[in-house]
């Protein structure tokens, strides 16, 4: 792996890492804030973690700078762990009836589809599967297919910001203004956006929406957030109901209150966004939007070196990524899911390459590249090469 930005992340110099997006790495300064957090948390747990002592006050804090990156207010956002969170919290808490529907997509997250499914069909509402091709031409693309599937029945619309196992970014603020028209209600899975994308929440105008802050703002893991819009605000439960459920609403509203506390945790990891953001942002000269659209032509440059290397065509127009990019795999029809795997194994255990290798749900064999400012283009170009020699 090239040093550079490097240095600032724990990560193995011996490895090519190319996929921030599974998990995210957290920068040594943000792991060094959250430890401080945690020896300081120790030193008193009850004035620390006692909400109305000192924790509300400071969750308060890293809500405002949430306030500022998505331009939403802060009594609107709840810090919860992750995106698997915000998604359950919300269709567990949506008023189903019977025969209602709900839209997904087939480029969806698992988990979130699992919770999607789990929460309507106990009501006996419907869940229809947007099918998108991959390779897709462009987003009205996109936006026709997911439009296709509304009726007089959906009401709710579940779709990812940026999908994950096709790493495209799709047009929510149209396809929110879509659905609005015909009176569904849209939650935005935004697991990947913040960091990778400018997230302007007045703009998308989603009902809810919930990402993650491990992945792209580089904080520790175990924060994330969710946006919920305050008319839906009293309807919203957390997936654990705790103390919140009957406090007194003077102070702040129940929302806050229940998603403020959901049992003892440690909220090192959230409290740590704000140095994370600080320090991603101080990366570059033109601060996060400029680190953003390094990591975008880091990843069409990444992209590039492989399409032509694979002599494979693109699946996707560059406008639709942010820094993923999935490519397909010139494999033979008979790739299996277990090919997969022991390709993905082959590239970590014997060259030393950390890149995701999978079968689409419409089968279609691929991997996806992630590019983070620690990147360099001569990494996706090695991939590329052993890629030619092993498949
Ligand atoms: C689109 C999408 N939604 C949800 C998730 C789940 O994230 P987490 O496991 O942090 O909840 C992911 C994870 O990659 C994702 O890509």
């Known amino acids: 792996m090239p040093e550079s930005n490097l240095q600032h992340w724990g990560l193995n110099p011996r490895i090519d890492f190319l996929n921030h997006g599974s998990f995210g790495a957290c920068p040594t300064v943000v792991l060094n804030a959250q430890r401080d957090w945690i020896d300081l948390l120790e030193k008193d747990p009850i004035d620390f973690l006692a909400p109305e002592r000192t924790l509300l006050t400071k969750l308060l804090h890293v809500r ?53 499914r789990f929460a309507a069909e106990r009501f006996g509402a419907v869940v229809k599967v947007a099918e998108i091709p991959f390779p897709v031409e462009s987003p009205e693309q996109v936006v ?39 009176g569904i209600r849209v939650l ?83 409290l740590s966004l704000p140095t994370a953001i600080d320090f991603i942002t101080s990366l570059h000269p033109r601060g996060l939007s400029g680190l953003q659209q390094t990591n975008h032509e880091l990843v069409l440059a990444g992209r590039e070196q492989l399409l032509q290397k694979l002599n494979v065509s693109s699946p996707a127009p560059s406008e639709m990524l942010g820094s993923l990019a999935t490519i397909p795999l010139p494999v033979a029809a008979s790739f299996c899911p277990a090919d997969a795997v022991s390709l993905q194994r082959k590239l970590f255990y014997q060259h030393q390459i950390e890149v995701p290798v999978f079968k689409l749900s419409s089968g279609l064999p691929c991997f996806r590249i992630s590019a983070q400012i620690y990147n360099q283009v001569d990494q996706y170009e090695r991939l590329a090469n052993v890629l030619c020699e092993i498949v």
Not at 64 to 80: C, E, F, G
Not at 149 to 164: A, G, K, Q
Not at 221 to 249: C, M, W
């Open 144 to 182: 026709a297919s997911i439009e296709s599937m509304f009726s007089e029945r959906t009401r709710l619309l579940v779709v990812d910001h940026v999908t994950s196992s096709t790493g495209l970014v799709f047009p929510v603020d149209e396809l929110v203004r879509r659905a609005h028209r015909d």
């Open 64 to 116: 405002s700078v949430l306030q500022a990156l998505i331009n939403a207010p802060a009594k609107d956002i709840a810090l919860i762990r992750n995106a698997t969170e915000g998604v359950n919290a919300v269709v567990r808490s949506f008023p189903f009836e019977k025969n209602d529907e709900v839209v997904i997509t087939s480029h969806g997250y698992n988990a979130c589809n699992n919770a999607i």
């Open 188 to 270: 935005v899975d935004g697991a990947h956006a913040p960091g990778m994308l400018s997230v302007d929440l007045q703009q998308i105008n989603a009902d809810y929406y919930t990402a993650n802050n491990h992945k792209w703002l580089c904080a520790p893991k175990a924060s994330g957030f969710l946006h919920v819009k305050p008319e839906f605000q009293e309807e919203v439960r957390p997936a654990i109901i705790s103390h919140g459920a009957n406090a007194d609403t003077e102070s702040q509203s129940r929302f806050e209150s229940e998603f403020a506390w959901t049992g003892t945790y440690d909220p090192s990891p959230v």
